[in-house]
Nanobody, 125 residues
Framework: EVQLVESGGGLVQAGGSLRLSCEVRGSFFDDYIIGWFRQAPGKEREGISCFSSGGSTPAYAESVKGRFTISSDNSKKTVSLQMNSLKAEDTAVYYC??????????????????WGQGTQVTVTL
């Protein structure tokens, strides 16, 4: 069985930081690329960070560029998202997902087969 298990969400004041982690449980780590999505209340789910160009290049949506950093620890089968300078508009449920490829801004993807359960991030003023 394959699972994506997220952790690290929580409540933080604007300007603060959180680090999300996505642990891949299963044997497919090298076959898929992990990306991060979020869904705010009343909005569609959007891709915000991923590894594009065949999984080699960190990529970000404009809304998080310069504030969020994605990283991968292959030995731990974990992909993390460091979120700094958080804003109230970053409040959302954050999901990691495993896909075969992602586009440059992480909004386009293909072969997305697995989702994590989601973790809530709430940024207060």
């Amino acid at each position: 069985e394959v699972q994506l298990v997220e952790s690290g969400g929580g409540l933080v004041q604007a300007g603060g930081s959180l680090r999300l982690s996505c642990e891949v449980r299963g044997s497919f780590f090298d076959d898929y690329i992990i990306g991060w999505f979020r869904q705010a209340p009343g909005k569609e789910r959007e891709g915000i960070s991923c590894f594009s160009s065949g999984g080699s290049t960190p990529a970000y949506a404009e809304s998080v560029k310069g504030r969020f950093t994605i990283s991968s620890d292959n030995s731990k089968k974990t992909v993390s998202l460091q979120m700094n300078s958080l804003k109230a508009e970053d409040t959302a449920v954050y999901y990691c997902a495993a896909a075969k490829w992602y586009g440059r801004d992480c909004k386009w993807y293909g072969g997305l087969d697995y989702w994590g359960q989601g973790t809530q991030v709430t940024v207060t003023l």
